[in-house]
């Protein structure tokens, strides 16, 4: 989830003198701004350790191994280490003086590497497919979010038209009332 700060914007603080809350028209202090991004982290954690939560509950322990040999396979960590592993077997292989188990053109270490694609990829496929699935739920749950965040609004919008309609009829009674005094 992308995260909204409300802050306080500096050229709004010189030009105007009364800082407002980004987006809107409202005033806003520093220590308002704080306490709103407070509250919206922790809204965040709380679902996020909710998603968490309900992930490891519903996962069995082969499907999070699988998402750690992905992640693994998948890091900058594995590259190196994999680059450094093959370097050393081709260097140790060809090196004249060191006794040879994979001479050229490396037919044992071609076989490693099948077998490590084999299995690896089947296993990258299957945090992918978790991946997608718990992303899914997500968005599911931004979506309700998003929807009730709507609902809110137009409830909002409707009070204000209705304070609004209340607001002309009684500027229509006071109209009334100082014509007629001006009238006396």
């Not at 909710?50 to 750690?68: C, G, I, N, Q, S």
């Not at 077997?89 to 099948?114: A, G, K, Q, Y």
Request: aromatic share 12%; net charge neutral; glycine share 2%.
């Amino acid at each position: 989830m992308r995260r909204k700060r409300y802050h306080i914007k500096p050229q709004e603080l010189w030009m105007t003198g009364a800082p407002t809350l980004e987006g809107f028209d409202i005033p806003i202090n520093e220590d308002d701004a704080k306490r709103i991004d407070r509250l919206v982290d922790l809204y965040e954690r709380r679902i996020m350790a909710h998603l968490d939560e309900e992930y490891h509950r519903k996962t069995r322990w082969a499907d999070r191994l699988a998402d750690r040999i992905a992640r693994f396979g998948g890091s900058w960590t594995f590259i190196v280490c994999f680059a450094a592993f093959l370097a050393l077997w081709m260097s140790w292989n060809t090196v004249r003086f060191l006794p040879h188990f994979d001479e050229p053109p490396f037919i044992l270490l071609n076989l490693i590497l099948s077998f490590i694609a084999a299995f690896q990829a089947p296993v990258i496929m299957m945090s992918q497919n978790r991946q997608a699935a718990r992303d899914k739920h997500e968005s599911v749950i931004d979506f309700a979010i998003n929807y009730k965040a709507e609902q809110e609004i137009d409830d909002m919008q409707s009070h204000l038209h209705r304070i609004e309609g209340r607001l002309f009829e009684l500027e229509l009674l006071l109209r009334v009332i100082k014509n007629r005094l001006d009238a006396r």
